[in-house]
């Protein structure tokens, strides 16, 4: 049986787990983030709509009620369903914010204000290409993702034993945090004989730049991920 090296947050990990185990694979969970909420207040505003570009931005929104009955956008099926589940029946969804933004211009012909429910290390694409169109974007980070300080004990002696198939990798930050993690203890060589895959190019950047070759999901879903590591 294969085993498979997965780096989500714990709870993320947990659901990623029970899918692997389904198809026939081992996981082996290390964590390098830790999501939580950063208690942030929403200021009151004349908003004309709601961003959210993850579900644990919908989650760790706190109170929310004065928001419900405004339109909510998401970027991804797993954040509309967040969304739905906090009482938000979504308006435009789309896979990322490559996807999304080109939908909201189409919606908002004229100047808007967006609240944009969102993590402190995020991409900065969907606020940039809403500002520099006119609109305006206020972006209260209401979760956090904070690294770990060291592999699961599990993965690193499975590491070092060449003893990991498959590499997961769902987030440009969570590879950095991985591959910085593998050099503290010395065990960067040995991810040569992993296979890397990527939900993104741009998750797969920093493991391109030390020269190794993952593969990319064709699409920035875990449904996409996975079926990819079917494949292999």
């Known amino acids: 049986m294969k085993r498979v090296l997965v780096l989500r947050a714990r709870e993320d ?99 808007a204000h967006f609240l944009y429910l969102a993590g402190r290390d995020r991409q900065a694409a969907l606020e940039a290409g809403l500002r520099a169109a006119g609109h305006r974007v206020t972006a209260i980070d209401v979760y956090e993702a904070r690294a770990a300080t060291a592999l699961g004990e599990d993965a690193r002696r499975a590491l070092a034993a060449g003893d990991i198939d498959i590499a997961l990798h769902y987030s440009r930050r969570s590879v950095e945090i991985f591959l910085a993690l593998a050099e503290a203890v010395g065990l960067t060589p040995r991810l040569g004989g992993v296979t890397h895959l990527a939900l993104s190019d741009d998750v797969a950047t920093p493991l391109r730049a030390i020269a190794l070759e993952p593969r990319v999901a064709q699409k920035p879903n875990e449904e996409r991920l996975l079926a990819l590591l079917r494949q292999v």
């Not at 990990?13 to 185990?21: H, Q």
């Not at 290390?30 to 644990?56: F, H, M, N, R, W």
């Not at 931005?57 to 956008?73: D, F, K, R, T, W």
């Not at 099926?77 to 211009?105: C, F, Q, S, Y």
């Open 13 to 111: 990990a947990a659901r990623t787990s029970e899918k692997l185990r389904a198809l026939g694979f081992e996981p082996v969970l290390s964590p390098v983030l830790e999501i939580v909420a950063t208690e942030a207040t929403i200021p009151s505003g004349e908003y004309d709509a709601v961003l959210a570009s993850s579900a644990k931005g919908v989650e760790c929104a706190g109170n929310i009620s004065a928001l419900l009955g405004m339109p909510l956008h998401a970027v991804g099926a797993k954040t509309a369903k967040a969304a739905e589940t906090r009482g938000w029946r979504p308006d435009i969804v789309a896979g990322n914010a490559e996807a999304i933004l080109p939908l909201l211009l189409a919606r908002y012909a004229q100047p």
